[in-house]
C-alpha cells in the first residue's frame, strides 16, 4: 500500500517494512514470525498488523519501536488482515477460530470483544456502512456481526459449501460478494441473506482470490484453476480470462481495478486486462501471491518473491468503486467509508458574493452547501449540491451576512454538519441611505413645518434609525417627532436659520449607512 511518501509491506522474513516511494528503506519492524497479514493504517498514521506469530501489532511510523508501539495476543496464528471501524476499532480474525475486536486506546480493556467462529480465520472482515462486521470461515460459514451486540440477535451466519478464506467485498447496494472453497462466488444480500436476491456464480475451481467491484457492478475474481472471472451484477459470466498455463499459478492474490478500468492481477506472473477481457499486458515477476496497490502517480506496487516491484502502468489511480481493490483502499481499511465531515471551512465576502471553502473529508466523494440569512444553518435550508472547493455563491445583496455549513456524500450517505460559517458583504458600505424632504402643513405650532424621509436601499429589514440635527447659528431647529423613526418632522425657530440634518440607519446585520443634507429657512 502507498501512503503519502511510504510504503508498508509484510514479510516471510517476520519484518514490516517502511518503504520510501523511491524504493529505499525506511525502517523495519521485527515480529515473532512470518506476516501474511496486510497492514492497515488508522487515521492517526499508526499501522495494524497480524503475524503468525499470534499477535496483532500496532506500530507508531515515527517510532517504530518506540512507545506507543503495542501488541495483542490471540491464541492462534493470524493470517487476516485488520479492518478499522469508523470509531478505530480494529477488527482481525484468528486461526483459533475467533474474530476480535479491539480498542486501539486500551486494547485489554472492557471494550474489547470476541466472536467463535466454528474454524480458522483467514479471511479479512469486511465493514459495511451500517458498522456490521462480514469475515468468512474455516467453518465455511459468512459471518455477520454487530458489533454493538457481537452475539446479539442481529447476527447472522450463512452456509457455503466449503471453507472460506476470500474476504468479503461489499457493492453500492450493500451486497455481500465472497468466494469460497466450494467454487462458487456468492452474492448476499445483508437483510435477507437466504431471500430471492442471493446468486451463486459457479466458477467451476474453488476461490481462494477475494473479490473487488468495477465501477458498472461487475465483479471480478480469480479462481484457483488460474482464471480471472468477471460476473455481471446479476450473477451471469462476463468473460473468463484463461492466464497461460505456461506461467499459470493458483491466483490467492485479489485484483485491483484501475480508474481507466484495467484490472491487474497476479497468478505466478503479473497481467494486466483490459474491462472487455483481453489482455492489456503481461509482466514477467514471478511468484506472485499479492494484491497490488495502485499510486495516483501512475505506479503499481506489488511483491515478487522477496521483493516489492513498482511497475509504471496505464491507470493513475484506484477505480472510484464501492469495493476497487484489497481491503477497499490504499490504507487498506476494510471499510466501506463513511462520508465524514469537512473541516477548515471558510467564507470570504466580495462584492455580490461570497466564496465558500474546505478541506475535503477522507473519504467524501461529493458535498453540499447549505445556507440561509439567519444563523443555525441546518440541511433543510436552501442547499447547493455537488459543489467543488472553492465555490463562489454569486448575486447576493450587499449589506447582508449569509451564513453556511457544508456536508460531504459517500456510498454511505451524507455526513454531518461542518461548523457554520459567515460572511458579511460591502462591509465598507452595505446598503445606501438618502433623505429626501417634503412641505406640508402639519398642525403645529410651529410654521414651515417640513418632514424629512430616511430612503433604504439594500441591507436586512427591519432598521433602526438615528437623526442629528444642527444649526449654523445658534438658533436650532425644532424637532416635531421622534429622532429614531423613518421620518423627521422640524421647523425653524428664526426665519435664517441654516444648519444640517442627518440620519444613521442600521439594519439586522448591525451594518450602518447615512446621509446628510444642508437645510435653511428664509
Not at 506476516?35 to 497480524?50: H, L, M, N, Q
Not at 507508531?60 to 488482515?81: K, Q, R
Not at 472471472?229 to 468473460?239: F, L, R, T
Not at 489482455?279 to 515477476?285: H, K
Request: net charge negative; charged share 15%.
Amino acid at each position: 500500500m502507498c501512503i503519502r511518501d511510504s510504503l508498508y509491506v509484510g514479510s516471510m522474513d517476520g519484518n514490516l517494512y517502511a518503504i520510501n516511494t523511491d524504493g529505499s528503506l525506511k525502517w523495519r519492524y521485527s515480529t515473532g514470525d512470518s506476516i501474511s497479514s496486510s497492514p492497515a493504517v488508522g487515521r492517526d498514521g499508526t499501522i495494524y498488523v497480524g503475524s503468525r506469530d499470534s499477535n496483532l501489532y500496532a506500530i507508531n511510523p515515527d517510532e517504530p519501536d518506540g512507545p506507543l508501539t503495542w501488541h495483542y495476543a490471540t491464541g492462534g496464528p493470524i493470517w487476516s488482515s485488520p479492518a478499522i471501524g469508523s470509531d478505530g476499532t480494529i477488527y482481525v480474525g484468528s486461526d483459533d477460530s475467533n474474530l476480535y475486536a479491539i480498542n486501539p486506546e486500551d486494547p485489554d480493556g472492557p471494550q474489547t470483544w470476541i466472536y467463535a467462529t466454528g474454524g480458522a480465520i483467514k479471511s479479512s472482515p469486511a465493514i459495511a456502512c451500517d458498522g456490521t462486521i462480514y469475515v468468512g470461515s474455516g467453518d465455511s460459514h459468512l459471518h455477520a456481526i454487530n458489533p454493538d451486540e457481537p452475539d446479539g440477535p442481529l447476527t447472522w451466519t450463512y452456509d457455503t459449501g466449503g471453507l472460506i478464506v476470500s474476504s468479503p467485498a461489499i457493492g453500492s447496494d450493500g451486497t455481500i460478494y465472497v468466494g469460497s472453497r466450494d467454487s462458487n462466488l456468492y452474492a448476499i444480500n445483508p437483510d435477507e441473506p437466504y431471500g430471492p436476491l442471493t446468486w451463486i456464480y459457479d466458477a467451476e475451481s474453488p476461490v481462494s482470490s477475494s473479490p473487488v467491484v468495477g465501477s458498472d457492478g461487475t465483479i471480478y475474481v480469480g479462481s484457483d484453476d488460474g482464471n480471472l472471472q468477471a460476473v455481471n451484477p446479476d450473477g451471469s459470466q462476463k468473460w473468463i480470462y484463461d492466464f497461460p498455463l505456461s506461467t499459470v499459478d493458483s491466483p490467492e492474490s485479489s485484483p485491483a481495478i484501475g480508474n481507466d478500468g484495467t484490472i491487474y492481477l497476479g497468478a505466478y506472473d503479473f497481467f494486466a486486462v483490459n474491462p472487455d477481457g483481453s489482455l492489456m499486458q503481461a509482466y514477467d515477476l514471478p511468484s506472485i501471491n499479492s494484491s497490488p496497490s495502485i499510486g495516483s502517480n501512475g505506479v503499481l506496487y506489488v511483491s515478487a518473491v522477496s521483493k516489492l516491484v513498482a511497475l509504471a502502468v496505464a491507470s493513475d489511480g484506484l477505480a472510484d468503486t464501492s469495493w476497487p481493490m484489497f481491503r477497499h483502499d490504499l490504507k487498506h481499511r476494510g471499510r466501506v467509508p463513511d462520508a465524514g465531515i469537512p473541516a477548515n471551512v471558510n467564507a470570504a465576502s466580495g462584492d455580490s458574493q461570497v466564496v465558500i471553502s474546505w478541506d475535503p473529508s477522507s473519504d467524501g466523494s461529493s458535498y453540499n452547501i447549505d445556507w440561509s440569512t439567519s444563523p443555525g444553518v441546518t440541511a433543510s435550508d436552501s442547499r447547493i449540491s455537488g459543489a467543488t472547493s472553492p465555490y463562489t455563491h454569486a448575486g447576493l445583496t450587499n449589506g447582508r451576512t449569509y451564513y453556511y455549513t457544508v456536508t460531504a456524500e459517500s456510498i454511505c450517505g451524507e455526513g454531518g454538519l461542518s461548523d457554520e460559517v459567515s460572511a458579511t458583504l460591502g462591509i465598507t458600505g452595505p446598503y445606501l441611505v438618502t433623505i429626501s424632504p417634503g412641505d406640508g402643513p402639519t398642525g403645529n405650532l410651529c410654521p414651515d413645518t417640513t418632514v424629512f424621509t430616511a430612503n433604504v436601499t439594500g441591507g436586512a429589514a427591519p432598521y433602526t434609525y438615528k437623526w442629528i440635527v444642527k444649526d449654523d447659528e445658534g438658533a436650532g431647529f425644532n424637532t416635531l417627532s421622534p429622532v429614531d423613526e423613518q421620518t423627521l418632522e422640524v421647523c425653524p425657530w428664526d426665519s435664517v436659520t441654516t444648519g444640517t440634518i442627518a440620519v444613521t440607519v442600521k439594519d439586522s446585520d448591525s451594518f450602518e449607512a447615512s446621509d446628510v443634507i444642508n437645510v435653511s429657512a428664509v
